[in-house]
Each structure stands twice: as C-alpha cells, then as structure tokens.
Antibody, heavy 120, light 107 residues
Framework: EVQLVESGGGLVKPGGSLRLSCEAS????????MQWVRQAPGKGLEWVSS????????YYADSVKGRFTISRDNARNSLYLQMSSLRAEDTAVYYC?????????????WGLGTMVTVSS | DIQMTQSPSSLSASVGDRVTITCRAS??????LNWYQQKPGKAPKLLIY???SLQSGVPLRFSGSGYGTDFTLTISSLQPEDFATYYC?????????FGQGTRVEIK
C-alpha cells in the first residue's frame, strides 16, 4: 500500500525557515518524480515544486522560486522541502504527491498534509 | 504557464441531479487533463485522468470529456457523498496548474 507521510509543519515567524519531510512507502521511491502541492486556508490547490527520480531536475512555482529548495534522499525514501524567507502567504497545508500509475503529472497518491503557519 | 479556469465556482444541486463542471485551458493541452475530488480536511483524490479515463474504484456516475482546451466533468446522478470541491489540473507541462475549484453543495 502506497503511503506518504508529511511532517515538519508548524508555526514560524515571517522571514523564518522550516523544513518539511515526506516519508514514502509501498512503492519504489527511487523510480518516481515527487511533488509538493499546497493549499492555503479556504483556497485552492497550488503546485509548488517537483523533483525527478534521480534529482537531476527540479522545478518551482514562481511564487516560491529562490526561497524554497526541494530535495530527496532515495536511500531513506524521503522527500524534503526547505522553506526560507517565509511569508504570510506561504501559510498552507503542504501535501506531497506522486504520479505512479496514470502517467506523468497525474497525482494518484497524496499524503495527508502538514500545516505551515507563518505569523508573528 | 497554462491557466486553468473552472466554472462555475460553486453550485447547489439535489440528490439525483445531473451535474456538469467545465474547465478551460489557456492553450491546448490535448487530453492531459485530470479531475480531483477534495472533501473538507482531506487530501485530494484522483477521479478522472487523461480527460476521460475513470480512476480505479471511482463510481461510474463520474465521467469526463473534452480535448484541446475545453473539458467537462459530469456526475450523472448526484449522491450525498459527492459533496466536495472538484479541481481540474493539466499534466501537459510543468508547472502542473490547477483550476480554482468548483464547490458542489447538496440542496
């Protein structure tokens, strides 16, 4: 059974940093690209970042480029999102997601999410 | 970036009604269009992929259609458990943009 478990969320002050983790199980983690998608309170889904299976390529939404860094450790079956220079508008539930069986970019498995609150 | 626009933003319908949600892409995305259902406090769930393919375990009352820039999600007979927000998403290119969502309320 595919499982994605996010952690690392919490309350942080504007300008601060936070590192999110996503631990994966139930599939060959090293074979698949991984994504972060976020959802601000009461708002829609926003794709944040993705990383290819071997970390060769990373991609970011314009809203986080230069502030967030995605990475992965295939030996630990883990995905990370290092967030810095955090702003109030980064407040959201952050989900990790993966496209395993329905094609590239079709997110068939999601974690439960971890909440990040940026507030003074 | 490809912009995805859904309509309506919300709707209210009765159990048994046929419900249609539309999604328009700002440029052609062939059939790289997916639909997700999200219930309050839960992660999104894949319903439809490649515009018209039903994800495993999804009830047959859900269907999708369209190609190019215009797409439709249809619920043939709305059930109480279908109260949720529905999002379209393009997987044609990165960034994998989502529509703004359509909230379906049960009358």
């Amino acid at each position: 059974e595919v499982q994605l478990v996010e952690s690392g969320g919490g309350l942080v002050k504007p300008g601060g940093s936070l590192r999110l983790s996503c631990e994966a199980s139930g599939f060959t983690f090293s074979s698949f690209a991984m994504q972060w998608v976020r959802q601000a309170p009461g708002k829609g889904l926003e794709w944040v970042s993705s990383i290819t299976s071997s970390s060769s390529y990373v991609y970011y939404a314009d809203s986080v480029k230069g502030r967030f860094t995605i990475s992965r450790d295939n030996a630990r079956n883990s995905l990370y999102l290092q967030m810095s220079s955090l702003r109030a508008e980064d407040t959201a539930v952050y989900y990790c997601a993966v496209a395993i069986s329905r094609g590239d970019g079709v997110f068939d498995f999601w974690g439960l999410g971890t909440m990040v609150t940026v507030s003074s | 970036d490809i912009q995805m626009t859904q309509s309506p933003s919300s709707l209210s319908a009765s159990v048994g009604d046929r419900v249609t949600i539309t999604c328009r892409a700002s440029q052609s995305i062939n059939n790289y269009l997916n639909w997700y259902q999200q219930k309050p406090g839960k992660a999104p769930k894949l319903l439809i992929y490649a515009a018209s393919s039903l994800q495993s375990g999804v009830p047959l009352r859900f269907s999708g259609s369209g190609y190019g820039t215009d797409f439709t999600l249809t619920i043939s007979s709305l059930q109480p458990e279908d109260f949720a927000t529905y999002y379209c998403q393009q997987s044609y290119t990165t960034p994998r943009t989502f529509g703004q969502g359509t909230r379906v309320e049960i009358k």
